[in-house]
């Protein structure tokens, strides 16, 4: 490894110490600082992930809790985002397992009820709530008897 390179991969192990990034990022990164040479940037992602500085399976635990609890994100939205990110299945569904599903299905039902208050009043209500729900990524299933919970109680 060259000069150029250490200091890219000096640089590289700083950002991964102050927060979690996946393989495709650090390897996106990688070849840019090295200007197109795929080569040594591939050499540089190596030894991010022999060293344990990048980690795909501690990534997608950490984006799963945190979309989770503070973006309110669903299963299914969660695992497009990681998919897309180049994540494997098994350590999105490994991740998608740390998430609490009680806190989830406590958060959809609060997003739901706080966004009924602007839509109860709509005759196309229900539909754009389940529309909304959907886009956070929560699934049908989850959805349709919350969404039907919130009406009701929402009427009462």
């Keep these: 490894m060259d000069d150029k ?11 991964c110490v102050k927060r979690e990034y996946c393989i495709s990022d650090i ?12 080569a040594q940037a ?4 190596e030894s991010l992930i ?10 997608a635990a950490f984006f799963a809790r945190e979309k989770s609890s503070i973006n309110g994100w669903g299963s299914v939205k969660i695992r497009y985002m990681l998919r897309s990110k180049g994540v494997s299945d098994a350590c999105i569904n ?13 958060r959809l ?3 739901l009820a706080a966004k009924w208050k602007s839509l109860a009043d709509d ?14 990524g929560y699934e049908y299933d989850q959805i349709a008897s919350a969404v039907e919970e919130t009406i009701r109680d929402g009427q009462s």
């Design 5 to 15: 390179a250490k200091k890219v991969l000096e640089a590289l192990q700083a950002q």
């Design 109 to 111: 039902r609060k997003l």
């Design 123 to 136: 005759p196309q209500g229900k539909f754009k709530l389940i529309k909304f729900a959907l886009s956070r």
């Design 27 to 38: 390897r996106r990164k990688a070849v840019e600082r090295m200007e197109g040479d795929r």
């Design 42 to 45: 591939e050499e540089i992602v």
């Design 94 to 106: 490994a991740a998608l397992q740390e998430v609490d599903t009680d806190k989830a299905e406590s």
């Design 50 to 59: 022999a060293d344990r500085f990048v980690d795909d399976a501690r990534y």
